[in-house]
T-cell receptor, first 111, second 114 residues
C-alpha cells in the first residue's frame, strides 16, 4: 500500500526514558514532518525535513531530535521523557508545496 | 500573527441535515487552505484544498468549501450529513510559496444524531 506509516502505534514508558518513533513514506515525497497533537486535539508542527535537510524547527525542547536517513524516512528520538510529552505524534509527508499526507499517529504515554 | 480560528468547538446535527463548519484565518499573504478530517483513533485525511482559481472547491465524501477572501474564511459544507461523518474536522492554512508549514485550527467535533 502507498501511505505514510509509523511505528509503534502505541508507546507507554516511564519518565526519564529515551524512546524513538519511526516514520516511512512510499509516496515519493520530498518533504516530511512531525506534528504533536495534545490532549485538546491541538495540532502543532514540530519539525520538517526536505530532502534530508532540516527546514522547519519550531520551539521544541532539544530533548527531541529528528533524524532523516533518507527522503523516505523521518524518525523522532526523544530523550529524558517527561509527563508533558504525552501526546499523539503524527508524521506527514508532501511534495514541497502541496497537501500533506498524514500517518496514523503514535500515542505516547509517559507515566 | 498567522492563525486559524474554528469558532465552533462542538456541533451536533441530525442525520440528513445540512452542515456548515466555519473557518477564519489570519495570514500575511494569500494562503493555501485545507480541510482535514480525523476519525476517532485515526490519522488525518484530506477532504479538500484550495490553491487558486474557482473559490468553490469540491472534495471527497460530498464535502465542499468556499474561499471568501474578503471575509478571510474557508467554510466547509455538506448538504446532507451521514452518521459516518461524525469526526473531528480541522481547517489549516499554509504558504502559497516556500516550505509547507501548516497552521491548524483547534478543530470542530461533529456529532451526528440518528
Amino acid at each position: 500500500d502507498t501511505a505514510v506509516s509509523q511505528t509503534p502505534k502505541y508507546l507507554v514508558t516511564q519518565m526519564g526514558n529515551d524512546k524513538s518513533i519511526k516514520c516511512e513514506q512510499n509516496l515519493g515525497h520530498d518533504t516530511m514532518y512531525w506534528y504533536k497533537q495534545d490532549s485538546k486535539k491541538f495540532l502543532k508542527i514540530m519539525f520538517s525535513y526536505n530532502n534530508k535537510e532540516l527546514i522547519i524547527n519550531e520551539t521544541v525542547p532539544n530533548r527531541f531530535s529528528p533524524k532523516s536517513p533518507d527522503k523516505a524516512h523521518l524518525n523522532l528520538h526523544i530523550n529524558s521523557l517527561e509527563l508533558g510529552d504525552s501526546a499523539v505524534y503524527f508524521c506527514a509527508s508532501s511534495l514541497t508545496v502541496t497537501e500533506q499526507f498524514f500517518g496514523p499517529g503514535t500515542r505516547l504515554t509517559v507515566l | 500573527a498567522q492563525s486559524v480560528t474554528q469558532p465552533d468547538i462542538h456541533i451536533t446535527v441530525s442525520e440528513g441535515a445540512s452542515l456548515e463548519l466555519r473557518c477564519n484565518y489570519s495570514y500575511g499573504a494569500t494562503p493555501y487552505l485545507f480541510w482535514y478530517v480525523q476519525s476517532p483513533g485515526q490519522g488525518l485525511q484530506l477532504l479538500l484544498k484550495y490553491f487558486s482559481g474557482d473559490t468553490l472547491v469540491q472534495g471527497i465524501k460530498g464535502f465542499e468549501a468556499e474561499f471568501k477572501r474578503s471575509q478571510s474564511s474557508f467554510n466547509l459544507r455538506k448538504p446532507s450529513v451521514h452518521w459516518s461523518d461524525a469526526a473531528e474536522y480541522f481547517c489549516a492554512v499554509g504558504p502559497s510559496g516556500g516550505y509547507n508549514k501548516l497552521i491548524f485550527g483547534a478543530g470542530t467535533r461533529l456529532a451526528v444524531h440518528p
